[in-house]
């Protein structure tokens, strides 16, 4: 009896220390923050402490993904009408008889719950399918466009994340001034303002007024660059895309890191670091802003998502020939199969990011985990 | 001897959008090489305020210091460029403050926190700063130095923390130590023994420590002479033994008798009385009285205490002054 009882007491200490070590920005919605590493001890376990909460994660994320897929066949097929009678609709006079044709080709006759565990059983193989709609498999469709979207994506990402912070930064430090100001107006309007709306003025002014960007592609149709040409093609042709869809962001992390920046001035370790004699442009930049970079961080994990949801705005504006546009093309004919393995792309790539993002916090930050 | 540390008429202002309100006003006292000079008094009497503004650490805005002299080592530091004021932070005046839990960055070793401060002051190696860093723990009996270096905050216990802030101050050998509160976060126990580490530091160092606290236990034990603040104005300075064997303004009497004695404090058939208190409030910052700013709580009070505004002036004797028209009547009455 008293054995259980202390090793009670052991037990409720360790949750307090794990409470106590549970930092501010760790509730912002991460699906990654709670339980599991903090139960971590070094001594107890061989496996390196790094691996460890890395490789649950990884078993977590699996079953995510799992339940995200089930959710997104469950949520597809609760909207009427499929991929049959969208082909029969343009065909033009389809008859009954070509239309139930097409759906036993396309498996479409079967009962839902059967085309549910047929689906599960090829996505566990792997196997994303057919797209009917394209004739190609489904896979080799998403891996012709991904390096398309990831052009557009990563670059948008970078670009908003510095330049926000920077902006960030500079307004927290002359807060109250012209400066500020600016870029504080500035950031409200263009997080206020509709993405597509900027992309087409964007194209109206430096596409066709200035003449110096092209409209709209990918490349220069017909010109057939090889090498560094191509290169430096495709990079022109980036440059609105990428500054449309950044703009929104770079808007929203200006305004999240110059709120957490004036909070981190607000600290007591910072009046301490004042005190040691250090210049202001240390206390900021190494006091400030190492700190203040913990919620931006966490927010761009959960950005994303919402990413890959800009990222069809802007690919249909632009003509750019991404992933978000043959989302969009597939929902509109139905084409669920292909729609389906966009999906299930999506969120690996969410999924992997927010596990990238973690790895980037624990090193940030050394309250977190068995740092 | 001209004191390390000479305080002269230091007024800080804050500017809220009320209008200016002086939260430290005209307060005057010094502090002399190796002594331990405590600043006591309620909370928001402005005694952290003053302990900030010797080292310009008020955040401006709202707060400037707007008049006064803070005369360090021979040198005005309200005159000196930032440049330098900076050479003193740290350097030759070392500051801990209230909550060791939150005054340490959570996201630096304690050892890179300690070596930051020596090696903005002194041109010393990396492996000297660290070498040194060691010592200081060592110094503040911190266990397992060696390691702890290596340690972040949040490993520290509260105790342990303050510690660490103290051999931060120290690692410059400053001349003046200020503690803005350093134990009012921590438990009893570690209280006591923060305190006795200070006043051990501060012989074998030879430095002076400015002690700012609410706690008149901890003026009796640990400080040589004493400065009470009260709304913002310093109303009795002496000698540590003069203010409690014969404490002159009504104020520091107030506190004095307010001390229970839970031995001696029983009505004659045992039962605990009543706690003494000084009765009233402290007056808001927008609603000072005109003359003297305790005189609405004071109960020797005369009418002449709501049209003079009384300041600190010498006593006969010399060494200890109080902000009172009626403290030769006080001195008087004394047994």
Same mark, same amino acid.
């Given at each position: 009896m008293q054995k259980v009882v202390k090793r009670n007491i052991l037990g409720y200490k360790n949750n307090e220390s794990k409470s106590q070590r549970a930092p501010f920005h760790s509730t912002a919605g991460s699906l990654w923050t709670d339980g599991a590493q903090e139960r971590l001890d070094p001594q107890r376990f061989h496996v390196p402490a790094l691996i460890k909460p890395v490789l649950s !994660?990884?078993?977590?994320?699996?079953?995510?993904?799992?339940?995200?897929?089930?959710?997104?066949?469950?949520?597809?097929?609760?909207?009427?009408?499929?991929?049959?009678?969208?082909?029969?609709?343009?065909?033009?006079?389809?008859?009954?008889?070509?239309?139930?044709?097409?759906?036993?080709? #396309?498996?479409?006759?079967?009962?839902?719950?059967?085309?549910?565990? =047929?689906?599960?059983? !090829?996505?566990?193989? #792997?196997?994303?399918?057919?797209?009917?709609?394209?004739?190609?498999?489904?896979?080799?469709?998403?891996?012709? !466009?991904?390096?398309?979207?990831?052009?557009?994506?990563?670059?948008?990402?970078?670009?908003?994340?510095?330049?926000?912070?920077?902006?960030?930064?500079?307004?927290?430090?002359?807060?109250? *001034?012209?400066?500020?100001?600016?870029?504080?107006?500035?950031?409200?309007? #263009?997080?206020?303002?509709?993405?597509?709306?900027?992309? +087409?003025? +964007?194209?109206?002014? #430096?596409?066709?007024? +200035?003449?110096?960007?092209?409209?709209?592609?990918?490349? *220069?149709?017909?010109?057939?660059?090889?090498?560094?040409?191509? =290169?430096?093609?495709?990079? !022109?042709?980036?440059?609105l895309p990428v500054v449309t869809l950044s703009l929104f962001y770079m808007a929203y992390y200006a305004r999240l890191m110059r709120a957490s920046m004036l909070e981190v001035f607000g600290q007591d370790f910072i009046a301490t670091a004042r005190s040691k004699g250090l210049s202001e442009g240390r206390v900021a930049y190494r006091h400030v802003l190492r700190n203040a970079l913990l919620p931006v961080v966490t927010v761009l994990g959960l950005q994303v998502a919402h990413l890959l949801g800009g990222t069809v705005l802007v690919e249909t504006v632009f003509g750019w020939p991404g992933l978000g546009r043959l989302a969009f093309d597939s929902v509109l004919s139905r084409d669920v199969n292909l729609l389906l393995g966009i999906l299930l792309m999506s969120s690996i790539l969410v999924v992997s990011t927010n596990i990238a993002v973690e790895a980037l916090y624990r090193w940030l930050d050394p309250r977190i985990g068995a740092a | 001897m001209a004191p390390l540390l000479d305080v002269r008429d230091l007024t800080t202002h804050f500017f809220t959008q009320k209008g200016a309100f002086a939260a430290v006003d005209k307060v005057s006292f010094s502090v002399n090489a190796g002594e331990t000079m405590a600043l006591v008094g309620e909370s928001g009497c402005g005694k952290s305020v003053t302990a900030a503004s010797i080292l310009r650490l008020v955040p401006d805005p709202p707060g400037r210091i707007t008049g006064g002299e803070i005369i360090f080592e021979g040198r005005d530091l309200l005159s000196l460029t930032m440049r330098e004021m900076r050479k003193v932070r740290g350097g030759r005046i070392g500051m801990i403050f209230q909550e060791p839990m939150t005054s340490l960055n959570p996201v630096f070793t304690i050892g890179d926190q300690i070596t930051e401060s020596l090696r903005e002051h002194r041109s010393i190696s990396r492996a000297d700063a660290e070498r040194r860093a060691i010592e200081l723990l060592d110094l503040v009996r911190i266990p397992d130095a060696r390691r702890q270096i290596h340690n972040y905050p949040h490993r520290l216990s509260g105790g342990m923390r303050q510690r660490a802030m103290i051999a931060m101050a120290l690692a410059c050998d400053p001349a003046l130590l200020i503690a803005d509160e350093p134990t009012t976060a921590l438990d009893v126990t570690t209280q006591a023994q923060i305190l006795e580490l200070l006043d051990e530091l501060k012989r074998s160092l030879g430095m002076a420590i400015l002690l700012i606290t609410h706690d008149l236990g901890v003026v009796a034990e640990y400080a040589q002479s004493v400065l009470v603040m009260y709304a913002g104005r310093g109303v009795e300075a002496a000698k540590v033994e003069d203010l409690f064997h014969s404490p002159i303004h009504p104020y520091t009497r107030g506190l004095l008798g307010a001390l229970p004695h839970p031995d001696d404090d029983v009505d004659s058939e045992g039962r605990p009385l009543p706690l003494n208190e000084i009765s009233g409030m402290v007056p808001a910052l927008d609603a000072m009285p005109a003359g003297c700013r305790f005189e609405p709580r004071c109960s020797y009070a005369v009418p002449a205490c709501k049209m003079t505004d009384v300041r600190l002036a010498p006593l006969a004797e010399g060494v200890r002054s109080a902000a009172c028209l009626r403290a030769a009547d006080i001195v008087q009455d004394q047994p």
């Open positions: !994660r990884l078993w977590r994320s699996v079953a995510i993904v799992v339940a995200i897929a089930a959710l997104n066949f469950i949520i597809v097929h609760m909207a009427p009408g499929d991929v049959a009678d969208v082909m029969a609709g343009e065909s033009g006079a389809a008859s009954p008889e070509y239309l139930a044709d097409l759906k036993q080709r #396309f498996g479409l006759d079967q009962p839902l719950i059967v085309q549910f565990f =047929v689906y599960m059983g !090829r996505m566990a193989q #792997f196997d994303l399918g057919y797209s009917f709609r394209f004739g190609r498999p489904v896979a080799s469709l998403i891996f012709e !466009r991904l390096p398309a979207t990831l052009i557009l994506a990563i670059p948008t990402l970078m670009l908003a994340f510095v330049m926000g912070s920077v902006l960030g930064v500079v307004a927290s430090r002359r807060v109250g *001034t012209w400066r500020d100001a600016a870029i504080s107006v500035g950031a409200l309007v #263009f997080y206020a303002t509709p993405l597509f709306w900027i992309g +087409l003025m +964007l194209i109206i002014l #430096f596409g066709v007024k +200035l003449g110096w960007l092209p409209t709209g592609g990918m490349q *220069t149709i017909g010109a057939n660059y090889t090498g560094f040409a191509y =290169v430096l093609d495709v990079g !022109r042709h980036m440059i | -």
